[in-house]
């Protein structure tokens, strides 16, 4: 609730006299009519800022971490892949997480970092959450790839093979960039209602790079 009293507020420095002339002309007519018209609301805006919103304020850029960013209906197996590229390259865990089906899986073939154990695989909720993890962790995450065999596909499943390379760099002061390859095989099904999720990853190491996106993953369990 607005608490200003409009009587007790001058108007502003160069309205009073054109303000005054208008309310205190006899005369009116249609011109004079609108002038008032105008000068009051004028000076209503200037002299009660609690009740007023600046029309011209400009809105806080957002968080790249949970914009909608680039997602499209996955109605068939290729959008579905390339959902999961974008949603990569923009650090977008909400269209990440989308992409990947309740019984999804993450497998690799081994790991170069931490102490791994028997652990080799892992599912759909601790995925999305060590995503959550790097991305939030990461300045920026550069991700290029190009299949590496044909892909296969039918009427309800798909798989597809993507050889890649990412480049990691954290926000950290100073930062420090890290590249990972490999490749990601990934098994895709249509769903009840006609849309594809990927419900198994399998990360490959490659010969000439030490690291891959497991590595990667790794490093925000």
Not at 123 to 128: D, F, I, M, N, T
Not at 140 to 148: C, D, I, K, Y
Not at 170 to 198: D, Q
Request: charged share 20%; aromatic share 10%.
């Amino acid at each position: 609730m607005c608490s200003h009293r409009a009587d007790r507020i001058p108007p502003p420095d160069g309205l009073a006299g054109p303000l005054c002339a208008a309310l205190g002309e006899r005369r009116s007519g249609p011109a004079l009519r609108l002038l008032t018209t105008v000068a009051a609301i004028i000076w209503i805006m200037f002299a009660l800022p609690g009740c007023t919103k600046n029309p011209f304020h400009t809105r806080s850029s957002e968080n790249p971490h949970t914009i909608s960013g680039t997602y499209t209906d996955p109605v068939t197996a290729q959008l579905a892949v390339e959902n999961l590229y974008y949603a990569g390259n923009e650090r977008n865990i909400g269209n990440y997480t989308r992409c990947l089906a309740d019984s999804f899986v993450f497998v690799f073939d081994f790991l170069n970092v931490g102490q791994p154990g028997e652990v080799t695989a892992w599912r759909q909720s601790e995925e999305s959450r060590i995503a959550d993890n790097l991305f939030r962790s990461l300045a920026v995450l550069r991700l290029t790839w190009a299949p590496s065999q044909a892909d296969r596909e039918s009427d309800s499943t798909a798989v597809y093979y993507r050889s890649y390379e990412i480049t990691a760099v954290t926000a950290a002061t100073p930062p420090e960039t890290t590249r990972f390859a490999g490749e990601a095989v990934l098994y895709l099904s249509v769903t009840e209602s006609s849309r594809w999720t990927i419900n198994r990853w399998e990360d490959r190491h490659r010969t000439d790079q030490p690291n891959s996106w497991a590595d990667l993953k790794w490093r925000y369990r």
